[in-house]
Protein backbone atom coordinates (compact mmCIF):
# COMPACT_ATOMS: atom_id res chain seq x y z
CA UNK A 1 0.00 0.00 0.00
CA UNK A 2 0.79 3.64 0.15
CA UNK A 3 1.23 6.63 2.60
CA UNK A 4 1.91 9.60 2.55
CA UNK A 5 2.62 12.44 5.10
CA UNK A 6 2.35 16.13 4.67
CA UNK A 7 2.08 18.79 7.07
CA UNK A 8 -1.84 19.39 7.66
CA UNK A 9 -1.88 23.43 7.87
CA UNK A 10 1.04 26.00 6.71
CA UNK A 11 0.64 29.43 7.35
CA UNK A 12 2.73 32.60 5.14
CA UNK A 13 2.98 35.97 4.88
CA UNK A 14 1.64 37.68 1.50
CA UNK A 15 4.77 37.79 -0.60
CA UNK A 16 6.88 35.41 1.41
CA UNK A 17 7.63 32.12 0.17
CA UNK A 18 6.58 28.87 1.81
CA UNK A 19 7.49 25.01 1.44
CA UNK A 20 5.38 22.22 2.03
CA UNK A 21 7.15 18.84 2.41
CA UNK A 22 5.47 15.48 0.96
CA UNK A 23 7.03 12.29 2.46
CA UNK A 24 5.75 8.47 0.77
CA UNK A 25 5.84 5.48 1.27
CA UNK A 26 5.04 3.04 -1.45
CA UNK A 27 5.58 -0.72 -2.60
CA UNK A 28 6.41 1.00 -6.21
CA UNK A 29 6.76 4.39 -7.32
CA UNK A 30 6.06 6.40 -10.71
CA UNK A 31 6.11 10.06 -9.79
CA UNK A 32 5.04 12.38 -7.69
CA UNK A 33 2.24 15.05 -8.16
CA UNK A 34 1.06 18.48 -6.75
CA UNK A 35 -2.74 19.36 -6.67
CA UNK A 36 -4.52 22.38 -5.82
CA UNK A 37 -7.85 22.89 -4.23
CA UNK A 38 -9.84 26.12 -3.09
CA UNK A 39 -12.42 25.63 -0.87
CA UNK A 40 -15.36 24.51 -2.52
CA UNK A 41 -13.53 23.52 -5.40
CA UNK A 42 -11.92 21.02 -7.38
CA UNK A 43 -8.49 19.81 -7.73
CA UNK A 44 -6.30 20.96 -10.25
CA UNK A 45 -3.00 19.93 -11.39
CA UNK A 46 0.34 22.02 -10.56
CA UNK A 47 3.24 19.82 -10.82
CA UNK A 48 4.72 16.70 -11.52
CA UNK A 49 7.86 14.72 -10.52
CA UNK A 50 9.13 11.57 -12.13
CA UNK A 51 12.88 12.04 -11.63
CA UNK A 52 15.18 13.39 -8.70
CA UNK A 53 15.46 17.35 -8.94
CA UNK A 54 13.65 20.58 -9.10
CA UNK A 55 11.17 21.03 -11.89
CA UNK A 56 9.85 25.05 -12.34
CA UNK A 57 6.56 26.45 -13.29
CA UNK A 58 6.08 30.32 -12.86
CA UNK A 59 6.08 31.27 -8.78
CA UNK A 60 5.76 27.43 -8.06
CA UNK A 61 8.05 24.91 -8.15
CA UNK A 62 8.43 21.17 -6.93
CA UNK A 63 11.40 18.62 -5.68
CA UNK A 64 12.06 15.51 -5.86
CA UNK A 65 14.49 13.28 -3.78
CA UNK A 66 13.20 9.34 -5.05
CA UNK A 67 16.01 7.83 -2.37
CA UNK A 68 14.97 10.10 0.62
CA UNK A 69 10.90 9.49 -0.35
CA UNK A 70 10.23 13.02 -0.09
CA UNK A 71 8.83 15.98 -1.97
CA UNK A 72 8.35 19.32 -1.69
CA UNK A 73 6.16 22.49 -3.11
CA UNK A 74 7.73 25.44 -3.03
CA UNK A 75 5.66 28.44 -3.62
CA UNK A 76 7.04 31.81 -4.10
CA UNK A 77 6.21 35.53 -4.09
CA UNK A 78 2.83 34.33 -2.33
CA UNK A 79 -0.45 35.83 -3.08
CA UNK A 80 -4.05 35.88 -1.28
CA UNK A 81 -5.31 33.91 -4.14
CA UNK A 82 -2.67 30.79 -2.89
CA UNK A 83 -4.93 30.30 0.22
CA UNK A 84 -6.02 26.98 -0.66
CA UNK A 85 -4.89 23.35 0.34
CA UNK A 86 -2.38 21.35 -1.28
CA UNK A 87 -2.28 17.78 -1.77
CA UNK A 88 0.80 15.65 -3.11
CA UNK A 89 -0.35 12.16 -4.75
CA UNK A 90 1.76 9.58 -5.87
CA UNK A 91 0.81 6.85 -8.70
CA UNK A 92 2.30 3.34 -7.38
CA UNK A 93 3.14 1.08 -9.88
CA UNK A 94 3.64 -2.01 -7.30
CA UNK A 95 -0.05 -1.17 -6.46
CA UNK A 96 -0.91 -1.43 -9.86
CA UNK A 97 -3.22 1.37 -9.65
CA UNK A 98 -3.97 3.44 -12.32
CA UNK A 99 -5.40 6.16 -10.07
CA UNK A 100 -3.46 8.26 -7.88
CA UNK A 101 -3.25 7.84 -4.11
CA UNK A 102 -3.34 11.49 -2.62
CA UNK A 103 -2.52 12.85 0.88
CA UNK A 104 -4.52 14.53 3.31
CA UNK A 105 -3.51 17.90 2.55
CA UNK A 106 -2.21 20.88 3.52
CA UNK A 107 -3.94 23.88 4.40
CA UNK A 108 -2.55 27.05 3.65
CA UNK A 109 -3.53 30.33 5.07
CA UNK A 110 -1.78 33.67 3.73
CA UNK A 111 -1.59 36.35 5.65
CA UNK A 112 -1.72 39.66 4.60
CA UNK B 1 -10.01 25.62 -22.19
CA UNK B 2 -11.44 22.11 -22.17
CA UNK B 3 -13.12 21.13 -18.96
CA UNK B 4 -14.58 17.90 -17.26
CA UNK B 5 -18.17 18.90 -16.51
CA UNK B 6 -20.42 17.30 -14.14
CA UNK B 7 -24.09 16.87 -13.43
CA UNK B 8 -25.59 17.48 -10.79
CA UNK B 9 -23.65 19.77 -8.72
CA UNK B 10 -25.87 18.84 -5.97
CA UNK B 11 -27.66 15.76 -4.87
CA UNK B 12 -29.82 14.75 -2.34
CA UNK B 13 -31.41 11.15 -1.60
CA UNK B 14 -33.16 8.76 1.02
CA UNK B 15 -30.28 6.11 2.16
CA UNK B 16 -31.37 3.13 0.22
CA UNK B 17 -31.99 4.80 -3.15
CA UNK B 18 -30.14 4.57 -6.10
CA UNK B 19 -28.03 7.36 -7.66
CA UNK B 20 -26.49 8.22 -10.78
CA UNK B 21 -23.49 10.91 -11.47
CA UNK B 22 -23.27 12.09 -14.39
CA UNK B 23 -19.60 12.99 -16.13
CA UNK B 24 -18.55 14.55 -19.48
CA UNK B 25 -14.86 14.06 -19.78
CA UNK B 26 -12.93 16.25 -21.97
CA UNK B 27 -13.54 15.06 -25.61
CA UNK B 28 -9.84 13.91 -26.54
CA UNK B 29 -8.95 11.66 -23.22
CA UNK B 30 -9.40 7.99 -23.19
CA UNK B 31 -8.37 7.68 -19.42
CA UNK B 32 -11.71 8.71 -17.25
CA UNK B 33 -11.80 8.27 -13.45
CA UNK B 34 -14.07 8.95 -10.24
CA UNK B 35 -12.69 10.26 -6.78
CA UNK B 36 -14.39 10.76 -3.75
CA UNK B 37 -13.63 13.50 -0.93
CA UNK B 38 -15.23 13.49 2.12
CA UNK B 39 -15.88 16.60 3.91
CA UNK B 40 -12.20 17.90 5.17
CA UNK B 41 -10.50 14.82 4.16
CA UNK B 42 -8.36 13.91 1.12
CA UNK B 43 -9.22 13.00 -2.13
CA UNK B 44 -10.19 9.30 -2.18
CA UNK B 45 -9.43 6.71 -5.51
CA UNK B 46 -12.85 5.12 -6.82
CA UNK B 47 -11.94 3.92 -9.87
CA UNK B 48 -10.48 4.37 -13.08
CA UNK B 49 -11.67 3.21 -16.89
CA UNK B 50 -10.35 2.81 -20.09
CA UNK B 51 -11.42 1.21 -23.58
CA UNK B 52 -14.31 0.75 -22.00
CA UNK B 53 -13.68 -1.52 -19.28
CA UNK B 54 -12.55 -1.00 -15.63
CA UNK B 55 -9.06 -1.00 -15.17
CA UNK B 56 -8.48 -0.68 -11.65
CA UNK B 57 -10.36 0.11 -8.65
CA UNK B 58 -10.18 0.81 -4.88
CA UNK B 59 -11.70 -1.04 -1.65
CA UNK B 60 -14.08 1.87 -1.74
CA UNK B 61 -15.45 0.58 -4.66
CA UNK B 62 -18.10 -2.19 -3.70
CA UNK B 63 -20.92 -3.83 -5.60
CA UNK B 64 -22.96 -0.95 -4.80
CA UNK B 65 -21.20 1.01 -6.83
CA UNK B 66 -20.78 0.63 -11.36
CA UNK B 67 -19.83 2.95 -13.75
CA UNK B 68 -20.39 3.43 -17.34
CA UNK B 69 -19.65 5.15 -20.60
CA UNK B 70 -23.33 4.72 -22.13
CA UNK B 71 -22.05 7.01 -25.38
CA UNK B 72 -19.15 8.27 -26.64
CA UNK B 73 -19.29 11.53 -24.41
CA UNK B 74 -20.95 10.67 -20.63
CA UNK B 75 -19.23 9.07 -18.00
CA UNK B 76 -21.61 7.68 -15.19
CA UNK B 77 -20.94 6.48 -11.47
CA UNK B 78 -23.85 4.64 -10.07
CA UNK B 79 -24.54 3.70 -6.19
CA UNK B 80 -27.30 1.15 -6.37
CA UNK B 81 -28.21 1.82 -2.70
CA UNK B 82 -27.05 4.40 -0.66
CA UNK B 83 -25.90 4.75 2.55
CA UNK B 84 -25.15 7.31 4.61
CA UNK B 85 -21.24 7.18 4.36
CA UNK B 86 -21.38 7.51 1.01
CA UNK B 87 -22.61 11.35 1.75
CA UNK B 88 -19.33 12.95 -0.20
CA UNK B 89 -18.06 15.42 -2.61
CA UNK B 90 -17.75 12.83 -5.81
CA UNK B 91 -15.46 13.94 -8.46
CA UNK B 92 -14.62 12.86 -12.05
CA UNK B 93 -11.40 13.42 -13.78
CA UNK B 94 -9.72 12.25 -16.94
CA UNK B 95 -6.74 12.26 -18.62
CA UNK B 96 -5.17 11.93 -22.44
CA UNK B 97 -2.47 9.44 -21.25
CA UNK B 98 -1.19 7.21 -18.31
CA UNK B 99 1.98 6.95 -17.15
CA UNK B 100 4.53 9.49 -16.20
CA UNK B 101 3.18 12.73 -15.60
CA UNK B 102 0.06 12.29 -16.78
CA UNK B 103 -2.02 15.13 -15.76
CA UNK B 104 -5.83 14.73 -14.44
CA UNK B 105 -8.66 17.11 -15.13
CA UNK B 106 -11.14 17.14 -12.38
CA UNK B 107 -14.59 18.12 -12.72
CA UNK B 108 -16.37 20.81 -10.14
CA UNK B 109 -17.86 18.07 -8.61
CA UNK B 110 -21.55 16.64 -6.95
CA UNK B 111 -22.01 17.07 -3.32
CA UNK B 112 -24.30 13.36 -2.54
CA UNK B 113 -25.85 13.98 0.72
CA UNK B 114 -27.65 10.84 1.76
CA UNK B 115 -30.66 11.67 4.42
Known amino acids: GQSLEQPSEVTAVEGAIVQINCTYQ??????LSWYQQHDGGAPTFLSY????GLEETGRFSSFLSRSDSYGYLLLQELQMKDSASYFC?????????????FGKGTHLIIQP | EPEVTQTPSHQVTQMGQEVILRCVPI?????FYWYRQILGQKVEFLVS????????KSEIFDDQFSVERPDGSNFTLKIRSTKLEDSAMYFC?????????????FGSGTQLSVL
Open chain 2, 49 to 56: FYNNEISE
Open chain 2, 27 to 31: SNHLY
Open chain 2, 93 to 105: ASSKQQGSGEKLF
Open chain 1, 49 to 52: NGLD
Open chain 1, 26 to 31: TSGFYG
Open chain 1, 89 to 101: AVRDLGGGADGLT
